[in-house]
């Protein structure tokens, strides 16, 4: 079962904070690299056990989407982000009003 996390960090830790959501998925990265080559390798064989290769496959698409969960993540914060830092360039006191607003 998935559960959904939310915390708050200051907005000067933002790009900080995605930067290390984002380095945590660098090893789970480098094994789908590993999974993807071996599969490469497995289906160059002339005795590839078919249905070990499938799982392998299904293992390999479950690691891809929970990398594009994170990333739609990052994305979101980003975009939140984003925003938040062309509102301040527009009017300054009119975006820290809203903020404080909520």
């Given at each position: 079962?998935?559960v959904k996390?939310?915390?708050?960090?200051?907005?000067?830790?933002?790009?900080?904070?995605?930067?290390?959501?984002?380095?945590?998925?660098?090893?789970?990265?480098?094994?789908?690299?590993?999974?993807?080559?071996?599969?490469?390798?497995?289906?160059s064989?002339?005795?590839?056990?078919?249905?070990?290769?499938?799982?392998?496959?299904?293992?390999?698409?479950a690691?891809?989407?929970?990398?594009?969960?994170r990333?739609?993540?990052m994305?979101?914060?980003?975009?939140?982000?984003?925003?938040?830092?062309?509102?301040?360039?527009?009017?300054?006191?009119?975006?820290?009003?809203?903020?404080?607003?909520?």
């Amino acid at each position: 079962m998935r559960v959904k996390l939310s915390y708050t960090v200051e907005v000067e830790n933002v790009l900080k904070e995605v930067s290390k959501i984002f380095g945590l998925q660098q090893e789970e990265v480098q094994l789908m690299v590993l999974a993807y080559n071996g599969l490469l390798e497995d289906l160059s064989r002339k005795d590839v056990d078919i249905f070990k290769t499938l799982r392998k496959l299904e293992d390999l698409r479950a690691s891809l989407l929970n990398l594009d969960m994170r990333a739609a993540e990052m994305s979101e914060v980003l975009r939140g982000y984003g925003e938040y830092q062309t509102a301040l360039r527009r009017s300054p006191e009119d975006t820290e009003e809203e903020v404080e607003n909520g």
